[in-house]
């Protein structure tokens, strides 16, 4: 339980479901109320082995400050998730300049800020990143364009990242799955997403596969 894992985006859905127990964990959104809940479900809440932060990864302040708090009452960062993420869905035409600057700042921008905070002790113990991207930002869809855009950056960054701090000991990776039934796509037509899944179904046991994923990703 002393290696320290900060789970950005953990307080629902996919992040919230990869938190497992065997770290300390520090569960990290804009919401504290829901970041507090989710730590207070993994357990051990109030032995300060699990703690929640409040932060908005698309600011460099909130994101600087939230690894300031984590080591101060963690430790020094091991494991980095990141797992933030927003989509607003629509035709590129009917798309927002706002929504297009809070996807690419959120999805994309927010995951350079953090690993860029994590370098700092990284650096000189190693680590591991997981950036949690989506097939979308591999293939693009339509009525996410912005939405593709943003996690295919992620994708670029990712692999540039891992060859530049390889020789530190630190790891990046990215996984990028289907649809998973999160608030995210609770809106979504089910119909539509089965179209995209091979298999024809869209299920939450998809996350346990995630969940190992991820833990193979550790180590
Ligand atoms: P979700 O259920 O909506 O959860 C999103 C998480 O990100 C929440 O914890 C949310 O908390 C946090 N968040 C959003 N904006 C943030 C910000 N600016 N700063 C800090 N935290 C922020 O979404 P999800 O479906 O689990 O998606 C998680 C990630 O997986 C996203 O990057 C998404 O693109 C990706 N993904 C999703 C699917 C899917 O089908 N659902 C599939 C593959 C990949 P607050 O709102 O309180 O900040």
Known sequence: MNKVCAIFGGSRGIGRAVAQKGYRLAIISRN??????????????????????SCDVAKEHDVQNTFEEMKKHLGQVNFLVNAAGVNRDSLLVRTKTEDM???????????????????????QQGGSIVNVDIIIGLKGNSGQSVYSTSKGGLVGFSRALAKEVARKKIRVNVVAPGFVHTDMTKDLKEEELKNSIPLGR???????????HMQLCFF
């Open 202 to 212: 869209l299920k939450l046991f998809l996350l346990k596969l995630l969940r190992w």
């Open 101 to 123: 600057i809070s996807q690419l700042n959120t999805n994309l921008l927010g995951s350079m800020l953090t690993c860029k905070a994590a370098m700092r002790t990284m650096i």
């Open 32 to 53: 504290l109320e829901m970041a507090r809940a989710a730590a207070g479900d993994l357990g051990a809440h109030n032995t300060g082995n699990h703690l929640a932060f």
